[in-house]
């Protein structure tokens, strides 16, 4: 038997945004490469993969993995933690295609 819910026991909100996930080690890894990168530099997306134990030669897990980071980058670029750039220049991680470069955000939002 189900209570219906009630004040004390809302039950959940119907337009409520479920939280952004958090993958905690991939964040580490995005802040810990860009900080070590320095200010005006960029880290590689590779170098970070390669750094939570993934290998290029595993193809099926190396892109799940890149694609765990390019997630969490997007969580990052949204707080506006990081910025994404392909070709030296920011860009929507959402609508870049290929190689993207991932550096700290400085205060205006430039790398």
Same mark, same amino acid.
């Given at each position: 038997m189900t209570c219906p819910p009630d004040e004390a026991n809302p039950g959940p909100e119907p337009d409520a945004a479920p939280a952004p996930s958090v993958d905690e080690p991939v964040r580490a890894a995005i802040l810990q490469h860009c900080t070590a990168a320095g200010p005006g530099?960029? $880290?590689d997306v590779s170098a970070i993969a390669q750094a939570l134990g993934g290998k290029p030669a595993d193809v099926v897990p190396w892109r799940a993995l #890149? /694609? &765990?980071? /390019? $997630?969490e980058a $997007?969580?990052?670029q949204d707080q506006g933690l990081i910025v994404v750039l392909r070709k030296g220049r920011p860009v929507d #991680? /959402? $609508?870049a295609k290929g190689v993207i470069r991932l550096a700290l955000a400085a205060g205006d939002? &430039?790398?």
């Amino acid at each position: 038997m189900t209570c219906p819910p009630d004040e004390a026991n809302p039950g959940p909100e119907p337009d409520a945004a479920p939280a952004p996930s958090v993958d905690e080690p991939v964040r580490a890894a995005i802040l810990q490469h860009c900080t070590a990168a320095g200010p005006g530099k960029s $880290a590689d997306v590779s170098a970070i993969a390669q750094a939570l134990g993934g290998k290029p030669a595993d193809v099926v897990p190396w892109r799940a993995l #890149i /694609r &765990r980071i /390019r $997630a969490e980058a $997007a969580t990052m670029q949204d707080q506006g933690l990081i910025v994404v750039l392909r070709k030296g220049r920011p860009v929507d #991680i /959402r $609508a870049a295609k290929g190689v993207i470069r991932l550096a700290l955000a400085a205060g205006d939002g &430039r790398p």
